[in-house]
């Protein structure tokens, strides 16, 4: 799929100064704000500078909105005329990956050289998601600049660490909460675009991300005596590993369709042209049952439904063939689904596993709620985002990966994961996270008409 045959309406905003746009965003990748877990790592200064540069860059928002700092993550309100509407808010994070050492001579412009070539932004964060962050403030800025009013208040939220603890946007959704703020939607990074072939749709469909399952990483332990293994009565610790994990694999979590994958059914069933799909959503009721077993059985789609159970680790296996191990541990990673809590997946493992193995988490979290989707927040995003991409059917769906917008879901029912900046999929692929990261001056500025136009529609 050539994304670029599928943008509309590229003419629109022809005053926006792409130039300046494209400038902030290659000057913004030369601020390195690598993220890492040891703290000590960071260059904090470089967010500093990243502060004084946004805050020169921006005056019609500096002037008319409040700016804060929390810690290092940045929150901007600009106040609307309308106090009956509840506030929308915008959000990014400051922060990237760290290139892994040894790759920096594998990129074709430097990962911190922010340089514009062959009609590409170059660097990490032109993808993920210094790209978005400098977008929302030019869409702000323009409108601002050219004397137009919100009605809606709007923030602007830029967390300093979503890919690493993710403090940063819980501390300002935390600040938000205590001054009463309750939102109208949250837009941040995620989605995806892809074929609709998984459902015999004869169409792209874009996925708007409105939950997150959870993650949970599951330890089972296992002692025997060892010794030689001419007599193993009474089994060893790798055979009860076996055995529990077998177990455990054996019984899946119970079933659910979740409303966004009703809604999806619903929504693309004029574009099912073939396929055990369009029987099935004849009746969606009364064929629940059939279309949770077609999920199933489909490989993109079967995650969706159900908690997945993956067993990826197992250590202290013996090193002979003749000698029994002794104490043994293996690890499962669960991703729950929004039906099961972390304390029943547990009880559910333990009572499987059997008495003589112990059970417990490294580490667990539950999925996220479920965004609505009947929300004006929501039916916006998608008349925007069919206007500047025809011809792909948007949906709400399952965000594949962890965002920040999660920490929004108390003060917010309607949190929407979708970034607008379209680029092809094997650029998308190699670059979010990897090398010669780089997002085209086309797909960047298209998804500014997308945030533009999102606030017009919603804001003024
Ligand atoms: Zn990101």
Redesign the pocket.
Known sequence: MDIYTLYRNEHEYDDLNADSAVRHLSEAVRINTTSYMDTAKIDYPAFDELHRKLQEWYPAIMKQGEYREIDYSILIRIQGSDPSLKPALFMA?QDVVPVVQGTEKDWLHGPFSGDVADGYIWGRGTL??KNMLIAELESMEYLLAHGRKLRRTVYLAFGQD??TVGTGAIQIARYLKEQQVELEYVLD?GGRVGSGDAFGADTAVGSIGMYEKGYADLKLSAESRGGHSSNPFNGTSLGALAKAIAAIVDHPLENVLPECAKETLRILTPYMHEGPFKEAVRDTEANEQEIIRLFLAHPDLNSQIHTTIAPTMISGGSQAGNVMPQHMEAVINFRLAPQDTDAGLLEHCRKLAGDDIKAEFIVANEASRQSRFDTEGFRSLQQVLSHYFGDIVFVPSVNTTA?DARSYEEICDCCMRFGPFLEQEDIRAAGVHGTNERISVRAYLQGIRVLISMMELTCL
């Open positions: 994070h993920d998601i979503e890919e990074e965002t």
